[in-house]
T-cell receptor, first 112, second 115 residues
Framework: GESVGLHLPTLSVQEGDNSIINCAYS??????FIWYKQESGKGPQFIID?????DKRQGQRVTVLLNKTVKHLSLQIAATQPGDSAVYFC???????????FGGGTRVLVKP | KAGVTQTPRYLIKTRGQQVTLSCSPI?????VSWYQQTPGQGLQFLFE???????NKGNFPGRFSGRQFSNSRSEMNVSTLELGDSALYLC??????????????FGAGSRLTVL
């Protein structure tokens, strides 16, 4: 079946360093990808998205890279801050309407 | 602009009971989706409603159902609760275009514990 990054690894990063979070997806028909951030006790919060006709998109301190050849998605966070500590989820949508398939998530811990 | 509001935030039920969760989307959003989040299975899609019609459905048993009202507010119901239904139930809304490239805004969730 469809799957996106089923593991929940932990990334420990020093404050001020750059973070890279990776995600593998399996549905080659997916054409829309999103990164969400979830802090404890809150719902997922949108960070950045990318469509399949692009391979890179930049936001404020974040960059998403899409490699459709190997079905890989990554999120880069520049100058990681303590407020970036959270669980990050990638998600993809290959259906009409809204039907997201989420990855298992990556926990990011920022060390002061 | 108010965000997505889910009620109740926390609830405890016993096996065999049923539960109804409510979601008020962002004003103007016509699509409401529901997700179940558990430590073991992660975030899993339940269903999506758009203009009072179910547009997408996940792989959950028929005990899980939902509906959407004319004001776009949505409810989901779980009947004959099982221990494994303990989870955080998340609602998300979007303006709902059919392309699938829609930003979903999530609520804080309803934490259901089944004893």
């Amino acid at each position: 079946g469809e799957s996106v990054g089923l593991h929940l690894p932990t990334l420990s990063v020093q404050e001020g360093d750059n973070s890279i979070i990776n995600c593998a997806y399996s549905n080659s028909a997916s054409d829309y990808f999103i990164w969400y951030k979830q802090e404890s006790g809150k719902g997922p919060q949108f960070i950045i998205d990318i469509r399949s006709n692009m391979d890179k998109r930049q936001g404020q301190r974040v960059t998403v890279l899409l490699n459709k050849t190997v079905k890989h998605l990554s999120l880069q966070i520049a100058a990681t801050q303590p407020g970036d500590s959270a669980v990050y989820f990638c998600a993809e949508n290959g259906a009409a309407g809204n039907k997201l398939t989420f990855g298992g998530g990556t926990r990011v811990l920022v060390k002061p | 602009k108010a965000g997505v509001t889910q009620t109740p935030r926390y609830l405890i039920k016993t096996r065999g009971q049923q539960v109804t969760l409510s979601c008020s989307p962002i004003s103007g959003h016509r699509s409401v989706s529901w997700y179940q989040q558990t430590p073991g299975q992660g975030l899993q899609f339940l269903f999506e409603y758009f203009s009072e019609t179910q547009r997408n459905k996940g792989n959950f048993p028929g005990r899980f159902s939902g509906r959407q009202f004319s004001n776009s507010r949505s409810e989901m119901n779980v009947s004959t609760l099982e221990l494994g239904d303990s989870a955080l139930y998340l609602c998300a809304s979007s303006d709902g275009g059919g392309s699938g490239a829609n930003v979903l805004t999530f609520g804080a969730g309803s934490r259901l514990t089944v004893l």
